[in-house]
């Protein structure tokens, strides 16, 4: 069984950084692709960004492009988010997801592709 635990979130002020952690329990993790999710008030989870595992291509959703840096650390079994120049729209709950592995990083990043689960992180940013 996968399990999955984020760590990092907090309060910020608009403009500041932030890295989110997410450990991985298994001995699969270094072909496992990941991303991170999120999910403000009322809203439906949305894609933030993903590293695939053979190559550590990533993607980004647009609105975070050019201010998130997905990593990826496999002797640590652990995937980081490091945000920059945060907004308050930024304020939401940051999942951390993972597909099967050898699972490949695909071009939808829908968030049933991704099978493991973490509790979630609360990140507010404040103006």
């Known amino acids: 069984q996968v399990q999955l635990g984020e760590s990092g979130g907090g309060l910020v002020q608009a403009g500041d950084s932030l890295r989110l952690s997410c450990a991985v329990s298994?001995?699969?993790?270094?072909?496992?692709?990941m991303a991170w999710f999120r999910q403000a008030g009322g809203k439906e989870r949305r894609f933030v960004a993903a590293?695939?595992?053979?190559?550590?291509?990533?993607q980004y959703a647009d609105s975070v492009k050019g201010r998130f840096i997905i990593s990826r650390d496999d002797d640590k079994n652990t995937v980081y988010l490091q945000m920059n120049s945060l907004k308050t729209e930024d304020t939401a709950v940051y999942y951390c997801?993972?597909?099967?592995?050898?699972?490949?990083?695909?071009?939808?990043?829908?968030?049933?592709?991704?099978?493991?689960w973490g509790r979630g992180t609360q990140v507010t940013v404040s103006s």
């Open positions: 997801a993972a597909k099967k592995p050898r699972y490949g990083l695909g071009s939808t990043f829908d968030s049933s592709e991704f099978t493991y």
């Open positions: 298994g001995n699969a993790f270094v072909r496992t692709t």
């Open positions: 590293i695939g595992w053979s190559t550590p291509t990533t």
